[in-house]
């Protein structure tokens, strides 16, 4: 892709398959908030983290979904580029007055967070119903609808 590194990997080198509709991620709705599922506990490790960037920003940019809640609930463990994925993902939805939060997260990965000093920049929720209140009732975006 022309302007970005070509190791950079959260920059997709062929066309992602979210737009062919093969997307390994369960996206619901709950309350006109897109909520998403990790189907498998290994979507954000290091082998996967650029197939499943390619499906989440392809729900911000191509789907133009603006308020997120990612549940964390299945994942166990997480990749230094998956938190890296998590932040772009952050700055997309806020460039767009948009909103993210996080929900389900396990105990030890809560400590990554921490480690990394990412514990201030997301929205953490102990479940999915308070991450939607969360989104809907802090992000711009869902005053002007």
Known sequence: ??????DDPMTPDQPDESATGA????VTEMDAVSVVRFPEP????AYH???TAGHLYALVEKERRRLLVLDFSGIRMIS?????MLLNLRQK?????????LAGIDPRLSRVFKI?????????????????RRVTETTPYRAER
């Open 49 to 51: 983290v650029k197939e």
């Open 1 to 6: 892709m022309p302007g970005y590194p070509a």
């Open 116 to 132: 990394t000093r990412l514990q201030d920049v997301f929205a953490f929720c102990p479940d999915v119903p308070a991450a939607v």
């Open 42 to 45: 290994g979507l954000l490790d």
């Open 80 to 84: 230094s580029q998956a938190l890296g």
């Open 23 to 26: 997307s390994p991620l369960h």
């Open 93 to 101: 939805l806020q460039a767009l007055a948009g909103g993210l939060a």
